[in-house]
């Protein structure tokens, strides 16, 4: 069975500071892919990453990086000077990487982010 | 705009009617599948098509729930008899299988659905 949690139910900060989201998965698949999506106000699931595991090199873009840590089964997220724009609710997901290939989605953390 | 397009984007409905969605994909993404999100939960799958063909259901989707994709195009989600337990954001995805894309699924902005 595939599982992902994230134990940050809220996390509030000020702009300009940085935050990381925290993602913990449960897997039996030897090869896997993981995403991140944010999910604005709006309603709009928008896609951000998807990591294959087999590649734990960290990634960054812009502001947003992913630290992917096989070990100890995580896949975290950090913004870095967060800005009020990125206040929005952020899901991480699993996958298999071959065949069916449902998205399981963890219950998100929603960000807030003041002025 | 050519990303995922569901319609309609809320529907208010009486227990016991019947309801259908739409969702059009992104044109030539090969895969499409329907979530189903409550109020402070992550998206739940509920099911998937391979071009035309249904290749899995959730055991979420009870028989009241049918899911079509006529010529591997469109689909649409019909759910008879509704109950209260159904009200919830409908969210259809897409996706093309290839190497360099493998399952990124693209969403569509969802269709509330709120059974009275």
């Known amino acids: 069975a595939q599982k992902v949690t994230q134990a940050q139910t809220e996390i509030s900060v000020v702009e300009k500071e940085d935050v990381t989201l925290d993602c913990v998965y449960e897997?039996?698949?030897?090869?896997?892919?993981l995403f991140w999506y944010k999910q604005p106000p709006s309603g709009e699931l928008v896609f951000l990453i998807r990591r294959n595991s087999f590649d734990e090199q960290n990634e960054i873009s812009g502001r947003y990086s992913w630290n992917f840590q096989k070990s100890t089964s995580s896949f975290n997220f950090t913004i870095t000077a967060s800005q009020v724009v990125d206040s929005a609710v952020y899901f991480c997901?699993?996958?298999?990487?071959?065949?069916?290939?449902?998205?399981?989605f963890g219950t998100g953390t929603r960000l807030l982010v003041s002025p | 705009d050519t990303g995922v397009s569901q319609d309609p984007r809320h529907k208010i409905t009486k227990r016991g009617q019947n309801v259908t969605f739409r969702c059009d994909p992104i044109s030539e993404h090969n895969r499409l599948y329907w979530y189903r999100q409550t109020l402070g939960q992550g998206p739940e799958f509920l099911t998937y098509f391979q071009n035309e063909a249904q290749l899995e259901k959730s055991r979420l989707l009870s028989d009241r729930f049918s899911a079509e994709r006529p010529k591997g195009s469109f689909s649409t989600l019909e759910i008879q008899r509704t109950e209260q337990g159904d009200s919830a954001m409908y969210l259809c995805a897409s996706s093309l299988e290839t190497r360099q894309t493998s399952n990124e699924q693209f969403f569509g902005p969802g269709t509330r659905l709120t059974v009275l």
């Open positions: 997901a699993l996958s298999r990487n071959t065949g069916f290939q449902k998205l399981v």
């Open positions: 897997t039996r698949d030897t090869t896997y892919y």
